[in-house]
């Protein structure tokens, strides 16, 4: 499942966009062009690990905003940047900078015991960048079209791959007060992905009584989410307190469904579900 894409999209629901399209009066777009910082927290219901159909509960700090043209955007475990300021009144926007996360599928909470007999992995540390083009009032005077991906290494030499996750993400206000997100995402793993996370060697398949499998690189996983995001004090403009909630599904493919891990210990079809809180300033 791609949690990760999930998790990033879960804090674009919990407070204002940072996009012109919210601008139509000076004093908005005034707004929205100034430095501006989110915080929040939250807590996730998602399988223990991708492919599991044991579900835990995490928490999820969240760290969003714009300083100085530059906008901050939350991943899981880690942040992007997006170094493009867009104008305020652009019809078309862009976005590139650099992605740093952490990833510790399989390193703990494993609730299975054949897995978990199987042997923790080793915490991820992935660097790469990020980057996409958005389109502008589309539907209405606020709304937005984003194509965006995600390419990312790991440095820490867990997994040693590389991943690329696309996504397609429509926002709108529905109300004053209120924001929705659907997003469409996928993910691509490499050889050395699938084999660290999908394979099971001689020696886990001796600890674990699970049947040796090779895992492949290639697509792992499509993922439809929704958000939604409200502004306590009934403004999405003015900052302040906000609820965010998160309603994902996602579908492991290819080795990634058939490996022993999904096919025999877990479930192909992954849920997760998130509420939080979140403070502008």
Same mark, same amino acid.
């Given at each position: 499942?791609? /949690? #990760?894409?999930?998790? !990033?999209? &879960? $804090?674009?629901?919990?407070?204002?966009? @940072?996009?012109? +399209?919210?601008?139509?009066? =000076?004093?908005?777009?005034?707004?929205?062009?100034?430095?501006?910082?989110?915080?929040?927290?939250?807590?996730?219901?998602?399988?223990?690990?991708?492919?599991?159909?044991?579900?835990?509960?995490?928490?999820?700090?969240?760290?969003?905003?714009?300083?100085?043209?530059?906008? /901050? #955007?939350?991943?899981? !475990?880690? &942040? $992007?940047?997006?170094?493009?300021?867009? @104008?305020?009144? +652009?019809?078309?926007?862009? =976005?590139?900078?650099?992605?740093?996360?952490?990833?510790?599928?399989?390193?703990?909470?494993?609730?299975?015991?054949?897995?978990?007999?199987?042997?923790?992995?080793?915490?991820?540390?992935?660097?790469?960048?990020?980057?996409?083009?958005s389109a502008y009032r589309l539907l209405n005077p606020y709304?937005?079209?984003?194509?965006? $991906?995600?390419?990312?290494?790991?440095? @820490?030499?867990?997994?040693?791959?590389?991943?690329?996750?696309?996504?397609?993400?429509?926002?709108?206000?529905?109300?004053?007060?209120?924001?929705?997100?659907?997003?469409?995402?996928?993910?691509?793993?490499?050889?050395?992905?699938?084999?660290?996370?999908?394979?099971?060697?001689?020696?886990?398949?001796?600890?674990?009584?699970?049947?040796?499998?090779?895992?492949?690189?290639?697509?792992?996983?499509?993922?439809?989410?929704?958000?939604?995001?409200?502004?306590?004090?009934?403004?999405?403009?003015?900052?302040?307190?906000?609820?965010?909630?998160?309603?994902?599904?996602?579908?492991?493919?290819?080795?990634?469904?058939?490996?022993?891990?999904?096919?025999?210990?877990?479930?192909?079809?992954?849920?997760?579900?998130?509420?939080?809180?979140?403070y502008s300033f």
């Amino acid at each position: 499942m791609s /949690i #990760s894409r999930s998790l !990033a999209l &879960l $804090a674009t629901a919990a407070v204002l966009p @940072a996009t012109p +399209a919210f601008a139509d009066e =000076a004093q908005d777009r005034d707004a929205m062009t100034r430095d501006r910082i989110t915080v929040g927290v939250g807590a996730i219901y998602g399988p223990s690990y991708d492919g599991s159909d044991d579900y835990v509960v995490s928490p999820i700090p969240i760290v969003q905003g714009r300083v100085k043209g530059i906008t /901050i #955007s939350p991943r899981p !475990a880690g &942040l $992007a940047l997006d170094l493009i300021p867009d @104008a305020p009144d +652009a019809r078309i926007g862009f =976005a590139l900078g650099p992605v740093a996360t952490i990833s510790r599928n399989r390193v703990n909470q494993i609730k299975d015991p054949v897995v978990r007999a199987a042997g923790k992995l080793d915490t991820a540390v992935e660097l790469g960048a990020s980057g996409g083009v958005s389109a502008y009032r589309l539907l209405n005077p606020y709304d937005s079209l984003s194509l965006s $991906a995600d390419v990312k290494w790991d440095v @820490a030499g867990a997994y040693g791959g590389m991943t690329w996750a696309p996504s397609i993400t429509y926002m709108t206000p529905v109300s004053k007060a209120a924001l929705v997100t659907l997003a469409l995402s996928a993910k691509h793993i490499d050889d050395d992905y699938a084999d660290y996370y999908y394979s099971v060697s001689p020696t886990q398949s001796d600890a674990s009584g699970l049947p040796q499998f090779q895992a492949k690189g290639g697509w792992e996983s499509v993922s439809a989410t929704m958000l939604v995001g409200y502004d306590l004090s009934g403004d999405l403009r003015d900052g302040g307190f906000a609820l965010f909630s998160i309603a994902s599904y996602s579908r492991m493919v290819n080795d990634s469904k058939d490996t022993p891990y999904t096919s025999l210990r877990g479930d192909a079809d992954q849920w997760l579900l998130g509420l939080g809180v979140a403070y502008s300033f």
